[in-house]
């Protein structure tokens, strides 16, 4: 079974402020993905990186895999209150048809 | 990326009973996931649910309980038998797809069934 620590647990900051969220795990995973979900809702995909280096943007977001593609970091810059929720990573194992294993997610409040 | 719907959106159901939620996803998928998730928590793996075969189960998890139907591509349910306040939780499906032309794969996720049971 591949681990994927997630962490923080819990991280609440004031609007404008930049925030890290990070996952790591022992293992390689054939890619990574990160979710945001909001109350009462099903999670949303927000990206996928492939490649050991890959830094992805979104908008005021930033996502990195890592060299080895055993961990990744979220990056928000700036944070805004519709930046809360809970964010969760997800990892694909090397076979293809395997379980993705999810970390124990992040959630983010965002303050005005 | 694939557009899953599910029924009912939430549910407050007595103990004792049971309710089947409906995944339904608008393209033909192989596999399709089906999630338990506590508020504020993480996704726990109930099942992986193939077309024409009986649905995996993970560990704490027995067919009894949680029984599966997968009768087409695009349709599963999930239903939860002899409920108790324990089972009250978000329920997700899920599926994986693959990009184009990357071909890497993705999980999608429906918008949930919140269930409370009392």
């Known amino acids: 079974t591949q681990l994927l620590e997630q962490s923080p647990q819990f991280l609440s900051i004031q609007e404008g402020e930049n925030l890290t969220v990070y996952c790591n795990s022992s293992?390689?995973?054939?890619?990574l993905q990160w979710y945001r979900q909001e109350p009462g809702e099903g999670p949303v995909l927000l990206v996928t990186v492939v490649t050991g280096g890959e830094v992805k943007k979104l908008k005021r977001l930033t996502f990195q895999f890592g060299d080895a593609r055993k961990d990744s970091s979220l990056h928000i810059t700036a944070a805004q209150p519709g930046d809360t929720g809970l964010y969760l990573c997800?990892?694909?194992?090397?076979?293809?048809?395997?379980?993705?294993?999810f970390g124990a997610g992040t959630q983010v409040v965002v303050t005005p | 990326s694939a557009v899953i719907s599910q029924k009912p959106s939430r549910d407050i159901c007595q103990r004792g009973t049971s309710l089947t939620i409906q995944c339904q996803v608008d393209?033909?998928?192989?596999?399709m996931f089906w999630y338990r998730q506590q508020p504020g928590q993480s996704l726990t793996l109930i099942a992986t649910a193939n077309q024409g075969s009986e649905a995996t189960y993970e560990s704490g998890f027995v067919i009894d309980k949680f029984p599966i139907s997968r009768p087409n591509l695009t349709f599963s349910t999930l239903t939860v038998s002899n409920m108790s306040p324990e089972d009250s939780s978000i329920y997700l499906c899920?599926?994986?797809?693959?990009?184009?032309?990357?071909?890497?794969?993705?999980?999608?996720f429906g918008p949930g069934t919140r269930l409370t049971v009392l």
């Open positions: 997800a990892g694909a194992p090397p076979d293809s048809w395997g379980k993705f294993q």
């Open positions: 293992s390689v995973f054939s890619s």
């Open positions: 899920s599926v994986i797809g693959t990009s184009v032309p990357s071909s890497y794969n993705e999980q999608f």
């Open positions: 393209s033909q998928v192989t596999m």
